[in-house]
């Protein structure tokens, strides 16, 4: 069975850092894109970050404070999330992909498993 179980998240400071893990079950993450996304309260989810292939996405709102990386031996991806503001405040979740085109990561129908997501509060 095939799960993603988002940790790590919490209450920082505006300035903070956090780093959020998922941890994988069910499949080889050697062969699938991880995405990472957030949802804030009333807004769509969107796309924070991506990694696959050795390859690695951010969304302009993040890119330079945040980064992606991962374990293969662990089976875990991490969003290292540094320099947090209040907007950065959502359930932060992570995914795994279909086979998509890399220019595609931010669509959310392109993942077909979630994890439960973890709450991001930046606020002092």
């Known amino acids: 069975e095939v799960q993603l179980q988002a940790s790590g998240g919490g209450l920082v400071q505006p300035g903070g850092s956090l780093r959020l893990s998922c941890a994988t079950t069910?499949?080889?993450?050697?062969?699938?894109?991880i995405g990472w996304f957030r949802q804030a309260p009333g807004k769509e989810r969107e796309g924070v970050s991506f990694i696959s292939d050795g390859r690695k996405f951010y969304s302009i709102f993040v890119k330079d404070r945040f980064s992606i990386s991962r374990d293969n031996a662990k089976k875990t991806v991490y969003l290292q999330m540094n320099s947090l503001k209040p907007e950065d405040t959502a359930v932060y979740y992570c995914a795994r992909a279909s086979r998509l085109p890399f220019s595609l990561w931010r669509t959310p129908s392109n993942y077909v498993d979630w994890g439960q997501g973890t709450l991001v509060t930046v606020s002092s």
């Open positions: 069910g499949f080889d993450l050697d062969d699938y894109g």
